[in-house]
């Protein structure tokens, strides 16, 4: 297992390489920042970060580092994510300037930017240039999280996916395969659509059920859920809106489908699985008490064990199942590119130009590709190099198939819906995902949520709405090019 | 004699007049100010702010959600409130007499008031927990298999889930005032009444209720107005759900403020709550004789 000190080692070798690789007359743009910097050394800014493990980053590795190369302090708020939007809006709204940097969920943007609560980047990006550094960020990460009307307001910086995770033992063992074939007539490999999931989940806790192995589990906790909604609907070919009159449209046949179906995929998991949050269905699955599961990539690095010698990992269950652990598209191939996070300015900040030094020094090539490999924070691979560097694919045996199938995840998935007062929607499908669970009709739900959504449009306006939607709907990872 | 000089009467006035100023501006100004938002548009995300009207008012009217949390809240209100008072006063009553280990007794039947709401709806959430949680084991052991019982996602489960962990926790609140009241009650009264022949039932019922009425009536109605802004166990355990089952008027009000960030709604909704609880308190005070 790698620890600290080895990760430290890896780190420095693929820092040296990076760095003797890059022409000697071309400044990284790390290293153009922290000279520039350097004129506000004593200075102190503030940065809001998602509160637990995320906030390790800055308090223990990129803060002190900062302060190291520049004098500069770094405080960080640690916030939940349930509360960040909130946050960054009050002190938007008071005008007290009480946060400099920011993170920000890329689905919050057009809310933020249009409430002038986000300094536009584009002069610093070109005073300090970032352009060609931003070029190498995933595209799907780069041409979709960043910009809002065409201005950038946050750097992609956090590559959250969700990815399917699935037990190599149990789908290369002879013996299930046999019991599979028998019992449904078809070769036993991991779903590559909902149907084929449906069949291989059913069939693999019927045959393992007794050794207390679940065909699958999911995080089905209505705030998760919502994310694979999001991502089934629009793989089983649902659209949101209807683009000319902006009526929504997630009560379609494909909306009841797909909440049927999850509904239903329920009998063939854990009981008790509608309670399931990120941590609990963790458990299940590094207890290898679950075949399958889909999540963000930290399932992928933990089961392999990464990381959770880590202090801060001591609550990471752990892994029965090292070296057991494939890694594959959900069912559809496009998954969600769920929340991620952007690092922005905040426009009432007192110490802008200080704040971005330090927000494009955590994004640089050189610095991310740091940041991503730390075993106890949560950022996960956004730039091409990541998904390539040899320190990471040195991590764990088969590091190159976890970034392969994260690389792959990251060029086909999917946006989440960002429109005006995005909240407002998703807490409407929250809800209906609770009415799921609790048994009510699943065509009823989706009426009763279509006609909120419609409530919600008519309130925010049809045609402003109409404007932001068409805008996001052309992005390149809005719907599945079918 | 010389006449003495008064000094000046209105000086007493002065002298107080600053925290008058000082409570006026931290009680009086958000009232106002918040009043004067409910009649604007005021939403964190958009720039109009413009005055409205009564247009959050009307909308409150229309607004079914809303209704439903009264009803919601009416409904923990009814059932909860005369478990915690009769459950409250049975238990001071079995600890008005002398017993071994009464303080520590006491002591320990009073910690679940000092756990803050919030971390006691965390705790019942774990405990309710299908996995892991002790509830549904210790169950399951009764009914001799595994009772995979979803506390908070059941729609049979919810209510009394949350009504458990209220009384749980509020329950030794009312102990503790009617043990209170009941250590005063002249114990001659009830004696003299069971000498005449009175069995114990009817010297208690007669004697006891109206002897410790005033305070009770005062416990009522704390724990009354407690009820009507339950929020923290229920967003703990629920945060409303299912759907919007078991949202009451404060996390209703709670999710428009601070998770849709309708201020001027919000400050609607305060107001028609502090409308409607002016009523129902001043017709609860005359009721039940608190004004004497």
Redesign the interface.
């Known amino acids: 297992m790698v620890n600290r000190r080895d990760f430290g080692k890896i780190s420095l070798a693929a820092g040296l390489a990076a760095t003797l690789g890059r022409p000697a007359w071309a400044a990284s743009a790390a290293d153009t920042v922290v000279k520039a910097a350097q004129q506000y050394k004593g200075r102190s800014i503030t940065i809001v970060w998602e509160a637990g493990l995320q906030s390790l980053d800055p308090t223990h590795f990129s803060g002190p580092k900062w302060k190291e190369l520049t004098g500069m302090d770094v405080k960080v708020i640690e916030v939940a994510t349930a509360e960040m939007f909130?946050k960054i809006?009050?002190d938007y709204?008071s005008g007290a300037g009480a946060y400099d940097a920011l993170n920000v969920i890329p689905a919050w943007m057009p809310?933020l930017a249009?409430?002038?609560a986000l300094e536009v980047l584009d002069p610093y990006v070109e005073k300090y240039g970032y352009t060609p550094e931003l070029q190498t960020i995933a595209s799907t990460f780069r041409d979709n999280q960043m910009k809002v009307g065409g201005k950038i307001y946050g750097f992609p910086d956090d590559g959250d996916v969700f990815l399917m995770y699935y037990r190599r033992d149990i789908f290369e063992d002879p013996t299930i395969q046999k019991a599979f074939k028998d019992k449904t007539g078809k070769d036993l490999a991991v779903p590559k659509t909902w149907a084929d999931f449906d069949v291989v989940g059913a069939g693999l806790t019927d045959i393992l059920k007794d050794k207390g192995i679940y065909g699958a589990a999911f995080f089905r906790q209505?705030p998760y859920a919502m994310y694979m909604f999001e991502e089934r609907f629009r793989n089983e070919g649902g659209k949101f809106f209807d683009a000319d009159t902006m009526k929504a449209t997630i009560n379609s046949d494909v909306g009841v489908k797909v909440f049927t179906g999850m509904r239903k995929e329920n009998r063939f998991m854990?009981?008790?699985v509608?309670?399931f949050g990120f941590v609990?269905n963790l458990a299940t699955f590094l207890q290898g008490q679950s075949a399958m599961t889909i999540s963000w990539p930290p399932y992928g690095r933990w089961a392999e064990g990464y990381g959770t010698d880590q202090e801060a990992l001591n609550w990471v269950p752990k892994t029965a199942i090292a070296g057991k652990v494939g890694y594959a598209l959900p069912p559809g191939g496009h998954p969600e590119l769920a929340a991620g996070f952007a690092l922005s300015i905040s426009s009432t900040s007192k110490n802008k130009d200080a704040a971005y030094l330090f927000i494009q020094w955590l994004n640089s090539t050189d610095v991310s590709r740091q940041r991503v490999q730390l075993p106890y924070t949560l950022r996960d691979p956004f730039r091409d190099s990541h998904y390539t560097d040899p320190g990471y694919l040195a991590l764990w045996p088969n590091a190159k198939d976890y970034l392969a199938a994260l690389k792959q995840a990251s060029e086909t998935g999917l946006l989440d819906l960002s429109l005006?007062?995005t909240?407002?929607y998703e807490?409407v499908m929250r809800?209906?995902i609770?009415?799921l669970?609790?048994?009510?009709d699943p065509k009823t739900i989706l009426n009763a949520a279509a006609t909120q959504w419609d409530d919600i449009t008519q309130k925010i306006g049809v045609e402003k709405q109409k404007v932001v939607y068409a805008g996001w709907a052309a992005k390149s990872g809005a719907y599945p090019k079918m | 004699m010389a006449a003495t000089a008064h000094p000046d009467r209105n000086f007493k006035y002065w002298l107080i007049s600053p925290a008058i100023f000082l409570l006026l501006l931290i009680g009086l100004f958000p009232l106002i100010f918040s009043l004067v938002v409910s009649f604007m548009r005021v939403t964190m995300l958009e720039t109009d702010t413009s005055f409205a009207g009564l247009v959050n008012f009307v909308q409150l009217f229309h607004d079914a959600r809303l209704w439903q949390s009264f009803v919601h809240t009416a409904l923990v209100i009814v059932i909860a409130l005369p478990i915690e008072l009769l459950l409250g006063l049975a238990i001071a009553y079995l600890f008005l007499d002398r017993m071994p280990g009464r303080q520590i007794l006491v002591s320990l039947l009073m910690l679940p008031t000092i756990i803050s709401p919030i971390v006691a709806g965390a705790t019942w959430r774990l405990l309710f927990d299908n996995r892991y949680g002790p509830i549904n084991q210790m169950i399951g052991w009764f009914a001799g298999h595994p009772v995979p019982a979803l506390w908070t996602v059941n729609p049979q489960l919810v209510y009394p889930a949350i009504i458990f962990c209220e009384i749980w926790q509020w329950t030794p609140f009312m102990f503790l005032i009617l043990l209170a009241a009941l250590s005063n009650v002249d114990r001659s009264l009830t004696e003299a009444a069971e000498i005449d022949g009175a069995r114990f039932w009817r010297s208690f019922r007669y004697i006891v209720p109206p002897a410790i009425w005033p305070v009770m009536s005062i416990a009522i109605l704390i724990r009354g107005l407690d009820l009507f802004r339950i929020f923290d166990i229920i967003w703990a355990l629920t945060a409303g759900g299912p759907g919007t089952m078991t949202e009451t008027v404060s996390v209703y009000a709670y999710v428009q403020g601070f998770r849709q960030f309708e201020s001027s709604y919000t400050a609607a909704i305060a107001f028609l709550v502090i409308a409607l609880l002016t009523v129902i308190v001043t017709w609860a005070i005359r009721r039940m004789g608190l004004a004497k």
């Open positions: 909130t809006m009050q709204k809310d249009q409430a002038g209505p854990p009981p008790g509608e309670q609990e005006l007062q909240d407002k807490e809800q209906a609770s009415k669970w609790a048994g009510d």
